[in-house]
Nanobody, 116 residues
Framework: QVQLVESGGGLVQPGGSLRLSCVASGSIFNVFAMFWYRQAPGKEREWVARLRTSGSTYYVEAVRGRFTISRDSAKNTVYLQMNSLKPEDTAVYYC??????????WGQGTQVTVSS
């Protein structure tokens, strides 16, 4: 069983930045790909960023160039650095760990609100 705990959400003005953190309950990054998803009100949950075990990163087009996913294995922590935030980035952001073999874990989510 893997536990994921997100933090770092909050209220920020358009153009601002936030860094989300996701602490895993153990050393999982060599086995699990890590994802950040988000869900806006009235919309389906969508993946935003992916960090493979190899270290390769992928982003949805809407955030490419503005968001960066990274990890600190010593701290069992994955980050999502979000820059140049827009109102449409407002959502609950979720951390996800998936090993591609049926094990899939979610954090509780952290609210990000971009508004003036």
């Amino acid at each position: 069983q893997v536990q994921l705990v997100e933090s770092g959400g909050g209220l920020v003005q358009p153009g601002g930045s936030l860094r989300l953190s996701c602490v895993a309950s153990g050393s999982i990054f060599n086995v699990f790909a890590m994802f950040w998803y988000r869900q806006a009100p009235g919309k389906e949950r969508e993946w935003v960023a992916r960090l493979r075990t190899s270290g390769s990163t992928y982003y949805v087009e809407a955030v490419r160039g503005r968001f960066t996913i990274s990890r600190d294995s010593a701290k069992n922590t994955v980050y999502l650095q979000m820059n140049s935030l827009k109102p449409e980035d407002t959502a609950v952001y979720y951390c996800n760990a998936n090993n591609g073999r049926g094990s899939n874990y979610w954090g509780q989510g952290t609210q990000v609100t971009v508004s003036s």
